[in-house]
């Protein structure tokens, strides 16, 4: 056996704190930035987060998955490997573990804004999305569709929550994404760098984002809001243009998830 493997026979050890109710949203929420960590749920996440140069600081599992991670825990042979029934971790977890092992991983350090703009041209600004859901697919399609970077407002939803991660299939360890710490004062630093900010919002004089497209900026954010209110007035109003998707006049909007990646296709980069 393994060194490593640590065998649990109580619920209540305090070396599994890390994984404890992570049903808890909002305890979640508060706990994980402020201890510097996070949740990787299934083994292919788990990988894709190593690969990104992520470090773990323990892994959680069944006996079941051990073959699959056996690989990793041999790579880390120092961290500890906790494994225990199905009950067992499901008392200490608060769910059904049926996406194999978990793993509590160190955060990264933050990035600097300057260094990311530097050489970006084209990002994803996130206002306000609470939705982990929603947030973990416009992570996705950021990844798969060109976007350099994606910066998050200070209210946003964090990208490294265990349903954000598992939704983005570990995109967010892709692209890089900083969490900006004022907002919208933030657009005049995107505008300093050369970016045209296109905010996209169903307002009167927004452009279609074909035209958007057409005029191909150098360098071009992308501004997305919260999918109940939309954009904050004070971001419409700093922006240089306001962008809409042009659609069937029976469906008022599209999922903001829907309407990133739909964005981000038509507006990817192109020979200037």
């Not at 996209?200 to 071009?220: G, H, I, K, S, Y």
């Not at 992308?222 to 904050?232: A, F």
Request: with cysteine; glycine share 6%.
């Amino acid at each position: 056996m393994t060194k490593s493997i640590v065998r649990l026979t109580d619920s209540a050890d305090p070396r599994v704190a890390d994984y404890a109710g992570l049903t808890d949203t909002q305890l979640r929420r508060r706990r994980e930035p402020a201890e510097g960590l996070y949740i990787a749920e299934s083994t292919k996440v788990l990988r894709r987060a190593i690969e990104a140069g992520h470090t773990p600081r323990s892994f959680f599992l069944t006996d079941k998955w051990l073959p699959d991670l056996q690989d990793i825990i041999e790579t880390f042979p120092e961290t500890p490997a906790f494994v225990g029934s199905v009950d067992m971790l499901e008392a200490i977890t608060g769910f059904h573990l049926h996406r194999g092992a978990l793993a509590a991983m160190n955060r990264p350090a933050s990035l600097e804004l300057d260094d990311v703009l530097h050489s970006a041209r084209r990002i994803a600004v996130l206002e306000d999305i609470v939705d982990h859901t929603n947030l973990g697919a416009v992570f996705r399609s950021a990844a798969a569709l060109g976007i350099d970077a994606v910066l998050v407002t200070p209210r946003c939803a964090d990208p490294l929550y265990r349903r954000s991660i598992r939704v983005s299939m570990g995109a967010v360890f892709q692209v890089p994404w900083i969490r900006l710490t004022s907002w919208p004062e933030s657009v005049r630093t995107l505008q300093d760098h050369g970016f045209t900010v296109a905010a996209l919002a169903l307002t009167d004089d927004a452009v279609d984002l074909q035209d958007l497209a057409a005029d191909n900026p150098e360098r071009l954010a992308m501004v997305l809001g919260t999918e109940g209110g939309g954009l904050d007035a004070r971001t419409l109003d700093l922006a240089d243009c306001k962008v809409k998707i042009p659609m069937n006049p029976a469906v008022d909007s599209l999922n903001v998830a829907a309407a990133g990646a739909v964005a981000f296709w038509e507006c990817r980069q192109r020979p200037l």
